[in-house]
T-cell receptor, first 112, second 113 residues
Framework: KQEVTQIPAALSVPEGENLVLNCSFTDSAIYNLQWFRQDPGKGLTSLLLIQSSQREQTSGRLNASLDKSSGRSTLYIAASQPGDSATYLCAVGVTNAGKSTFGDGTTLTVKP | DTAVSQTPKYLVTQMGNDKSIKCEQNLGHDTMYWYKQDSKKFLKIMFSYNNKELIINETVPNRFSPKSPDKAHLNLHINSLELGDSAVYFC????????????FGSGTQLSVL
């Protein structure tokens, strides 16, 4: 059974800092990994999708890496802004039938 | 226009009642999902449909019955609501079911009293 863990559970940083969020999974036989952002009371917005054959994906100030052999992914946020404050979740695609297992999320607060 | 829309946004009801949540996507996607997010914010898949066919049913009590009248709609009907059903229910869609990017609705917060 795939288990997904995100550390830390919460993170508070001053504006402008670069930061890394971590996601680890127990079974390396994954199909993909997605990073999402969830704002309070809102749905999830997909940030980056990494297929199992890829090592990283970039979008603007965001960079996500994937190391299947060690069961880890990181989300790097450069030059953080208060608008980045949200909960970030990673989801591991565990089959080719659309089933994803989510982590508990990391709640990020970026202080002005 | 909202890509994945679900209604209602809030639902407060008594134990034992039957209720439905509706979901529609205008992205032309083939696959739709229902996820449940509990009070600890843990998100877990419940059902997945591809072109109106059920492909994932994650040991959800049979009080929960999804229905997909067409590939743009996936509704969730819940019979005999229980206190433990209180959660936020999210609808999502993807182009196909081969682990593609997920698009989520804004959620339905269900409170069972």
């Amino acid at each position: 059974k795939q288990e997904v863990t995100q550390i830390p559970a919460a993170l508070s940083v001053p504006e402008g800092e670069n930061l890394v969020l971590n996601c680890s999974f127990t079974d390396s036989a994954i199909y993909n990994l997605q990073w999402f952002r969830q704002d309070p009371g809102k749905g999830l917005t997909s940030l980056l999708l990494i297929q199992s054959s890829q090592r990283e994906q970039t979008s603007g100030r965001l960079n996500a890496s994937l190391d299947k052999s060690s069961g880890r992914s990181t989300l790097y946020i450069a030059a953080s802004q208060p608008g980045d404050s949200a909960t970030y979740l990673c989801a591991v695609g565990v089959t080719n039938a659309g089933k994803s297992t989510f982590g508990d999320g990391t709640t990020l607060t970026v202080k002005p | 226009d909202t890509a994945v829309s679900q209604t209602p946004k809030y639902l407060v009801t008594q134990m034992g009642n039957d209720k439905s949540i509706k979901c529609e996507q205008n992205l032309g996607h083939d696959t739709m999902y229902w996820y449940k997010q509990d009070s600890k914010k843990f998100l877990k898949i419940m059902f997945s449909y591809n072109n109106k066919e059920l492909i994932i049913n994650e040991t959800v009590p049979n009080r929960f019955s999804p229905k997909s009248p067409d590939k743009a709609h996936l509704n969730l009907h819940i019979n005999s609501l229980e206190l433990g059903d209180s959660a936020v229910y999210f609808c999502a869609s993807s182009q196909g079911f081969l682990n593609e990017k997920l698009f989520f609705g804004s959620g339905t917060q269900l409170s069972v009293l």
